[in-house]
């Protein structure tokens, strides 16, 4: 059977837990991606099933931003 990446949902809701297990508050993390705190707690909480490319590219950029100055 192939292995299947988990969906873009799930990997937000990763991103967005790892970033605020290291310190960094949900408010935070929706103001360096430029998203509202509202969005970003339905990404966590996986109210929003599918995110938009752009979204998730702006998470990711902070994930990836946050991980590398470590």
Known sequence: MARR???ASQELE???????AS???R????RRAGLTRATVSRYKS???R???ADSYKR???VYQAMHVRK
Request: cysteine-free.
């Open 5 to 7: 990446d988990p969906p």
């Open 27 to 30: 408010a935070e993390i929706a």
């Open 59 to 61: 998470v990711q950029g």
């Open 46 to 48: 996986g109210e929003i």
């Open 23 to 25: 310190g960094i508050s």
């Open 14 to 20: 990763l991103m967005i837990s790892g970033l605020v």
């Open 50 to 52: 599918r995110p938009s």
